[in-house]
């Protein structure tokens, strides 16, 4: 009986620790956890065989149910390379009616800066994750979502009518990508892109940083990079 709690007390600390921390080696997890080598092996093993672990490139994660649009995208191996490679705080957004909730805040290794907090709900025209997602929406779609808006002002730089954000949904669903340039904060910018699946905008994937880390010369380029997150995240995942 105590080696069958062991064992569980275990495989849980292993889903808690990949929960956490997303995509992680064998050794990576034996060390943090103390364990040795052929006990994680053998615990890793068995939970993939339950469906609750996968294997990807040596990296094992949490397997999520595609069904569930509240996924765990903390877990996603692809997410930690973002804020990596920006060293800033990436954020995973879905839709809520008129606005757009934060469902994970995915925080850089070092100088970053949260500007959003976990589970905050922000009206779309404040946020370019919203406008990430609704702007990827059929334009019938569009048109019902934008008409609710109250149209609530961040700065003096927001969009405040119904055409002129409109026009914009069309400007970023020609160039791939909606950036928040001032119009939530005062020299903060924000980039952000569509997540799929089955072809449907289900999320959406942004950074968030000062001018410095964002600058306007480079925003093309950064976008491009985190288009091709995004679509690694679909393959993946979805």
Same mark, same amino acid.
């Given at each position: 009986?105590?080696?069958?709690?062991?064992?569980?007390?275990?495989?849980?600390?292993?889903?808690?620790?990949?929960?956490?921390?997303?995509? +992680?080696?064998?050794?990576?997890?034996?060390?943090?956890?103390? +364990?040795?080598?052929?006990?994680?092996?053998?615990?890793?093993?068995?939970?993939?065989?339950?469906?609750?672990?996968?294997?990807?490139?040596?990296?094992?994660?949490?397997?999520?149910?595609?069904?569930?649009?509240?996924?765990?995208?903390?877990?996603?191996?692809?997410?930690?390379?973002?804020?990596?490679?920006?060293?800033?705080?990436?954020?995973?957004?879905?839709?809520?009616?008129?606005?757009?909730?934060?469902?994970?805040?995915?925080?850089?290794?070092?100088?970053?800066?949260?500007?959003?907090?976990?589970?905050?709900?922000?009206?779309?025209?404040?946020?370019?994750?919203?406008?990430? =997602?609704?702007?990827?929406?059929?334009?019938?779609?569009?048109?019902?979502?934008?008409?609710?808006?109250?149209?609530?002002?961040?700065?003096?730089?927001?969009?405040?009518?119904?055409?002129?954000? @409109?026009?914009? @949904?069309?400007?970023?669903?020609?160039?791939?990508?909606? @950036?928040?340039?001032?119009?939530?904060?005062?020299?903060?910018?924000?980039?952000?892109?569509? =997540?799929?699946?089955?072809?449907?905008? =289900?999320?959406?994937?942004?950074?968030?940083?000062?001018?410095?880390?964002?600058?306007?010369?480079?925003?093309?380029?950064?976008?491009?990079?985190?288009?091709?997150?995004?679509?690694?995240?679909?393959?993946?995942?979805?």
């Amino acid at each position: 009986m105590a080696n069958s709690s062991s064992t569980l007390r275990n495989g849980l600390a292993i889903l808690a620790l990949l929960r956490k921390n997303g995509g +992680l080696r064998l050794t990576e997890i034996s060390n943090q956890l103390i +364990l040795n080598k052929s006990t994680v092996l053998r615990l890793l093993d068995t939970l993939m065989e339950l469906n609750y672990v996968k294997k990807i490139d040596k990296h094992y994660s949490i397997k999520h149910n595609n069904s569930d649009p509240y996924l765990n995208w903390i877990s996603i191996p692809v997410s930690k390379e973002i804020t990596n490679h920006f060293q800033t705080t990436a954020f995973i957004g879905i839709l809520r009616n008129e606005n757009v909730v934060i469902t994970q805040v995915l925080p850089a290794k070092k100088g970053f800066e949260e500007f959003k907090v976990l589970g905050n709900s922000t009206p779309i025209n404040l946020s370019a994750l919203g406008k990430g =997602i609704v702007a990827f929406l059929s334009d019938e779609q569009q048109v019902n979502i934008v008409k609710k808006l109250t149209f609530d002002k961040g700065t003096k730089y927001t969009i405040t009518g119904q055409k002129t954000f @409109l026009k914009n @949904l069309k400007i970023t669903a020609q160039k791939g990508y909606a @950036l928040d340039d001032e119009e939530s904060s005062i020299g903060i910018r924000c980039l952000a892109v569509p =997540i799929y699946r089955n072809g449907q905008v =289900i999320a959406s994937l942004g950074i968030s940083g000062s001018f410095e880390r964002l600058p306007r010369q480079k925003l093309q380029s950064i976008a491009k990079e985190l288009i091709k997150c995004s679509q690694q995240i679909t393959n993946e995942f979805f």
